[in-house]
Every structure is written in structure tokens, then in C-alpha cells.
């Protein structure tokens, strides 16, 4: 199964810290993307990063693919109450089958 | 621009009946995606269009499910005999290609009683 798995599952942490979640998967990718979906709502794109590239940053958002571990990384920095949301990776083969991974549910603390 | 719509925001329904959810997608996309999602998940891909074409319908659960997208815009998800385990949002996204960033519409809450 070329399934994202997401850890944490949950994530709490206080206002002002950074939050780090991560996705492993198991085939090849042609990129990988992650949403964020606040409680209730549709998802939101957040960043795309490419299997040819290793580091993108966007804001406070910062994405690190290694291919040959099959894993991704989402670093937010500064976090705020806004930020509280489930984050969710979603994986872009060369079939056009996208799989999303079973989510971090991000809280944060004020 | 408008976003993804999706009609209507909540159904319920009885077991063994026929539903349909309507996406519109936004003016130009042609990608468009079907997922439903179960509380605590993440979405669950079922069927991928590309233009009027259906590019790739296996994540569709059964035969009960169908989708089409006649004219290459306005997308229908259709269910036949309901059952309890069909209860989910569905969500329709669409893009401007495939491999490009999806924008999603707010989904369908299906219940079926």
C-alpha cells in the first residue's frame, strides 16, 4: 500500500512553540503535498514540494522531503490558536490516485 | 473566483434508497476528484476525472457507486440502495491538472438511517 502514515496522531503544544509532524509512505512518489482541515470544514492547501526537491518553505511553514527514507516532514514555526486543525499529508504518484495519510490532530494551548 | 460548491451540505437518507451529490468545480479545473471521509480519517480517494473522462474510478467501494461529469464541469456522485456504512462527507476537489494543488469544496454530510 502506497498509504501515508502520519505521526503524531495528536499534537499538543503550547502557543509560541514550533509543531512538527511527519509522513512516511511506502512507494514512489512524483510529489507530496499537505492540507490542513480546520474542524468541520473542507481542506486547505498548504504546500506542495516536488520528489526532486528537499526543503520548501512557505511563511512559517517549512516542508523536507527525503525520498529514500519515503518520508516528509511539516515544521510549523511560532504557532498560534489559528493553527489548531487536523494537517494531513497526500501522496501524488505517477497514477493519478491520490492517497491521503490519517492526519495529525494539531491543539494549541494559549 | 468562486470555489468548489458542492450541493447539498447535508443529506439524510433511508437505507436502501437512491442519492445524488452534485460538485461544481471551479471554471477551468479539469481535475476533479471524489473522496469521502469518516470521522478521525483521512479522505478516502474514489474516483478521479479528467475532463469528461473517468481517468481512475478504483477507489469506488462497489458497484452501488457511480459518478459522471458529462460536459466536463459539473460533477455527480450517485448511490444506489443505500446502506448504513455509506454515512460520510464526501468531497469533491478540483485542479487545474492532475499532480497540481486541489482546492476543495466544503463536502456532503450523507447520513443514512
Known amino acids: 500500500s502506497q498509504q501515508g502514515e502520519e505521526d503524531p496522531q495528536a499534537l499538543s503544544i503550547q502557543e509560541g512553540e514550533n509543531a512538527t509532524m511527519n509522513c512516511s509512505y511506502k512507494?514512489?512518489?512524483?510529489?507530496l503535498q499537505w492540507y490542513r482541515q480546520n474542524s468541520g470544514r473542507g481542506l486547505v492547501h498548504l504546500i506542495l514540494?516536488?520528489?526532486?526537491?528537499r526543503e520548501k518553505h512557505s511563511g512559517r511553514l517549512r516542508v523536507t522531503l527525503d525520498t529514500s527514507k519515503k518520508s516528509s516532514s511539516l515544521l510549523i514555526t511560532a504557532s498560534r490558536a489559528a493553527d489548531t486543525a487536523s494537517y494531513f499529508c497526500?501522496?501524488?504518484?505517477?497514477?493519478?490516485?491520490?492517497?491521503f495519510g490519517s492526519g495529525t490532530r494539531l491543539s494549541i494551548r494559549p | 473566483g468562486a470555489g468548489v460548491s458542492q450541493t447539498p451540505s447535508n443529506k439524510v437518507t433511508e437505507k436502501g434508497k437512491y442519492v445524488e451529490l452534485r460538485c461544481d468545480p471551479i471554471?477551468?479545473?479539469?481535475?476533479l476528484y471524489w473522496y469521502r471521509q469518516s470521522l478521525g480519517q483521512g479522505p478516502e480517494f474514489l474516483i478521479y476525472?479528467?475532463?469528461?473522462?473517468?481517468?481512475?474510478d478504483s477507489g469506488l467501494p462497489n458497484d452501488r457507486f457511480f459518478a459522471v461529469r458529462p460536459e466536463g464541469s459539473v460533477s455527480t456522485l450517485k448511490i444506489q440502495r443505500t446502506e448504513r456504512g455509506d454515512s460520510a462527507v464526501y468531497l469533491c476537489?478540483?485542479?487545474?491538472?492532475?499532480?497540481?494543488?486541489?482546492?476543495f469544496g466544503p463536502g456532503t454530510r450523507l447520513t443514512v438511517t
Open positions: 514540494i516536488r520528489s526532486n526537491e
Open positions: 476537489a478540483s485542479s487545474l491538472t492532475s499532480q497540481y494543488e486541489q482546492y
Open positions: 471554471s477551468g479545473h479539469t481535475a
Open positions: 512507494t514512489s512518489i512524483n510529489n
Open positions: 497526500a501522496l501524488y504518484s505517477s497514477a493519478s490516485k491520490i492517497i
Open positions: 476525472f479528467q475532463g469528461t473522462g473517468a481517468a481512475d
